[in-house]
């Protein structure tokens, strides 16, 4: 239990989000409680042996190009308190049939030699978009307000990004390699690749790779959630777990209240308290498609075909353009595709101290319907033995997670959405709804701070840090 009754700010959910408003709160000197359901803090940033003894798995996430480029991560001394980024050869790889693999390099001049006939084009495209990560990254995980300290940054990204990933790709490239690879990207939206605005997450994560990588957390990914506890108790912080808040009214006093939670949490604790209009508000939210994913201990690396594919801390299994769409169309209209399209990753390739000497685990996870029941484990180990046959014979043991286990995990990941809601063109410029502060509601000293307010999801802090700097401007 907490210890004090009283305290400036409380902040329910020791998510990324969570933690890092805590941090602007506690860095202007106010007192602030975490107070975390689950036993342990993290989120999305929690690590457990879900296999066999000592192979660590990273329960949700693993590679964090938006933690790495988080522009409030990177103001604080997590390396002081035990971070550790670590870069694999390549950020992301995409492995084709024919034996071939795209390979996105930390140098886009290296990463266009590989894309045969697209080598100009790519250049053309990433060069000055990368040269201007650091003028638009701020802005990109921002709320949207006002104009953009760089427009000309923003106004070259918006040229592309407001469009369909199959739009840029196509009219982009003319090679296999180049589109395969920023479709695969690209689905990271979680939505169908002709949807507009699915090329803005192509970019701002291609940006990413070339400009800050996707790393790993040395030892996991509970290592990120360790030094943020670490360094928020340094400030004076106080974190409460196992505490399941089923009312505003179980909190200690507080002039303030920031949750990391989804808006059909916030109706459940504050629903008495919000007014008739927000509430149906909230109440209409869309979530998106759910995720089943699984971690394999296994006996040696993934046998790929190409040995280039292991380079990659990310590997995106699915094949070509046509491929992956038609495979993200099928999970919007319901179904789970027979070929799906994976996130694969092996981060024992490159941190030893995921597993026992020789051995390894890999992490993988698909895009299924919200809520879907149907076990995708075979097509998920089909679809990886397709571009590393011999894959299955290395498996010494697995753990399933489907969308429900997910949300069961995480109470945000509403039908196993880990986005914290559709991130499509109307919901990321209004999440949770169109406000001029989206973190606010109408009750006083009550905000918002999760993946469903901006920038939406990833593992970056940014929707706590501009909570808690609202906060600290009405409130405070």
Not at 165 to 179: H, Q, W, Y
Not at 226 to 232: F, I, K, P, T
Not at 288 to 293: A, H, R, S, Y
Not at 300 to 315: L, M, R
Request: net charge negative; glycine share 12%; aromatic share 8%.
């Amino acid at each position: 239990m907490p210890s004090s009754n009283s305290y400036d700010a409380v902040v329910i959910g020791a998510g990324p989000n969570g933690l890092s408003a805590a941090i602007v709160l506690a860095q202007a000197g106010r007192s602030v409680l975490v107070v975390e359901g689950k036993e342990t803090v993290g989120g999305g940033m929690r690590s457990a042996e879900l296999t066999l003894p000592g192979f660590v798995h990273d329960i949700c996430s693993t590679a964090y190009p938006l933690g790495a480029g988080s522009p409030f991560f990177s103001s604080l001394p997590l390396v002081e308190h035990g971070l550790e980024w670590v870069h694999p050869i390549a950020p992301v790889t995409h492995p084709l049939e024919d034996g071939a693999t795209a390979v996105l390099h930390r140098s886009v001049t290296k990463t266009a030699d590989g894309l045969d006939s697209d080598v100009e084009a790519y250049g053309k495209l990433m060069g000055p978009l990368v040269a201007g990560w650091d003028d638009s990254i701020e802005y990109l995980l921002s709320p949207f307000r006002g104009t953009p300290r760089h427009p000309l940054a923003m106004m070259r990204f918006g040229l592309s990004g407001l469009r369909s990933v199959e739009s840029v790709a196509n009219s982009r490239f003319v090679g296999e390699k180049a589109r395969a690879l920023f479709a695969g990207i690209g689905a990271h939206s979680m939505l169908p690749l002709d949807r507009s605005s699915t090329a803005a997450v192509g970019l701002v994560l291609s940006m990413a790779g070339h400009a800050v990588g996707w790393p790993f957390a040395r030892g996991g990914a509970q290592s990120i959630a360790r030094a943020l506890v670490s360094y928020l108790e340094s400030l004076g912080g106080e974190i409460v777990t196992n505490w399941q808040i089923e009312s505003l009214d179980d909190l200690p006093e507080s002039r303030a209240v920031l949750c990391d939670i989804s808006p059909a949490q916030l109706l459940g604790i504050a629903g008495d308290r919000l007014d008739g209009r927000y509430r149906r508000r909230l109440e209409s939210y869309r979530y998106g498609v759910g995720v089943f994913k699984i971690d394999f201990a296994l006996d040696g690396p993934i046998p790929w075909k190409s040995p280039q594919t292991a380079w990659g801390g990310t590997v995106h299994v699915g094949g070509t353009l046509e491929e992956i769409a038609d495979a993200e169309a099928t999970v919007w209209n319901g179904k789970v595709p027979e070929r799906p399209f994976l996130l694969v990753a092996q981060p024992s390739l490159f941190d030893d101290s995921r597993a026992p000497d020789g051995r390894h685990t890999a992490w993988a996870y698909t895009h299924v319907p919200s809520g879907s029941t149907f076990d995708a484990t075979d097509r998920m180990e089909t679809q990886i033995e397709r571009f590393a046959p011999g894959f299955r014979e290395r498996i010494l043991a697995k753990h399933v997670m489907s969308p429900s286990a997910l949300q069961d995990y995480n109470a945000n990941y509403i039908g196993g959405d880990i986005n914290g809601g559709v991130q499509d063109s109307r919901q990321t410029f209004a999440r949770p709804m169109l406000r001029w502060n989206p973190y606010s509601t109408p009750v006083k000293g009550l905000y918002m701070c999760s993946a469903s307010t901006p920038p939406g999801g990833g593992v970056h802090g940014m929707g706590g840090y501009h909570a808690a700097r609202s906060a600290l401007r009405d409130v405070f």
